[in-house]
């Protein structure tokens, strides 16, 4: 039995991460480019001192021999992002605009806490090409709401399996203040991404404030796996919460799979930009077990012939049971 569902809930989440709309924020125009678009459904299972079911215990196992920590948390994910030129309603595209591209993917992870950080490692396996449905998703979605034609998914990345490992720390209590029903505090993290899909290395910093047990510790979950660290829900003890944050993160990319198209198997592109960084602002708002998060982000241009500042953002609806 994996305990109580008071002392370790379930929580299950869906997250939107987009382009398009988040652009018109900033008076950009609508359209897709470069990241256009992710779907993802998260289980995320706390794990409470108390807890002494398989999941838990293997839990543990994996993380007393990584010296993780105590575990706090057991993630399992599934999720589609596509990526697409800013033209995608032309026929072709060169060597020098972002590459079509899909990935579909599944994830497992897990957060622990010991002392002063907070440690997260998270393992996702999938595919990209035509296997990983962007096309006829993104076809789909243009159809019903009215949009062009994508019409260059012929020239996407090509078909290959993904293995991909990510790592992170942050230190969520070395600069946090509570003062009566409010919460401020200032989170470093350094997180890490090893496989076919992504090698890079990225160090941020997170400023939040909120309620107590409401303040958000880490960056939210993106659209896409190990863009962040990993970190139990937020939930506070009263009815409603509120936190408001901001934070900015610095990347140094050795190879991403879309941006350079492919790892097995290439098609011609420009390449990723050697380092990328990202502002983003968001808040999260709370009704008893259900939480909504909102999250804008500014990104330096990610390919080496883009000098266009990105804009996306993603919005997350979580439920406790």
């Known amino acids: 039995m994996v305990g109580t569902a008071a002392a370790a809930p379930t929580t299950w989440s869906l997250t939107w991460e987009n382009d398009s709309w988040w652009?018109?924020?900033?008076?950009?125009?609508?359209?897709?480019?470069?990241?256009?678009?992710?779907?993802?459904v998260v289980r995320d299972q706390a794990l409470s001192p108390d807890d002494t079911g398989g999941l838990a215990r293997g839990a543990r196992?994996?993380?007393?021999?990584?010296?993780?920590?105590?575990?706090e948390l057991v993630r399992f994910a599934a999720g589609q992002s596509m990526f697409t030129p800013a033209v995608f309603y032309a026929p072709s595209n060169g060597a020098d605009v972002h590459p079509y591209?899909?990935?579909?993917?599944?994830s497992g992870g897990l957060a622990a806490r010991q002392a002063w950080r907070l440690t997260s490692l998270e393992v996702s396996v999938g595919v990209t090409g035509p296997p990983a449905f962007g096309e006829p998703t993104q076809v789909w979605a243009h159809e019903t709401f009215g949009a062009s034609e994508p019409l260059g998914w012929n020239q996407q990345v090509q078909a290959e399996p993904i293995l991909d490992i990510a790592a992170g720390i942050a230190i969520p209590e070395t600069a946090?203040?509570?003062?009566?029903?409010v919460c401020a505090r200032l989170v470093p993290s350094v997180r890490t991404?090893?496989?076919?899909?992504?090698v890079?290395?990225?160090?941020?910093?997170?400023a939040a404030i909120g309620t107590a047990g409401d303040t958000t510790e880490v960056r939210p979950t993106q659209g896409r796996t190990g863009r962040s660290v990993l970190a139990a829900p937020t939930r506070g003890t009263g009815p409603v919460g509120v936190s408001l944050?901001?934070?900015?993160?610095?990347?140094?990319?050795?190879?991403?799979?879309?941006?350079?198209?492919?790892?097995?198997?290439?098609?011609?592109?420009?390449?990723?930009?050697?380092l990328v960084t990202e502002l983003g602002l968001g808040g999260t708002a709370r009704l008893g077990p259900v939480r909504v998060h909102a999250v804008n982000v500014l990104q330096s241009p990610e390919l080496t012939t883009?000098?266009?500042?990105?804009?996306?953002?993603?919005?997350?609806?979580?439920?406790?049971?």
């Open 306 to 321: 883009l000098d266009i500042t990105h804009v996306y953002g993603n919005i997350t609806l979580s439920v406790d049971l």
């Open 193 to 198: 991404q090893l496989g076919t899909r992504r």
């Open 176 to 181: 946090s203040i509570t003062v009566g029903p």
């Open 61 to 71: 196992k994996l993380s007393t021999a990584l010296h993780m920590g105590d575990v």
């Open 245 to 274: 944050f901001a934070f900015a993160e610095a990347e140094a990319i050795t190879h991403d799979l879309i941006l350079d198209g492919g790892t097995l198997r290439h098609i011609p592109t420009a390449g990723a930009r050697p």
């Open 23 to 40: 652009a018109l924020i900033w008076g950009m125009p609508y359209l897709d480019a470069r990241y256009t678009n992710g779907m993802r």
């Open 200 to 206: 890079s290395l990225a160090s941020g910093v997170l």
């Open 101 to 106: 591209g899909a990935v579909l993917s599944v």
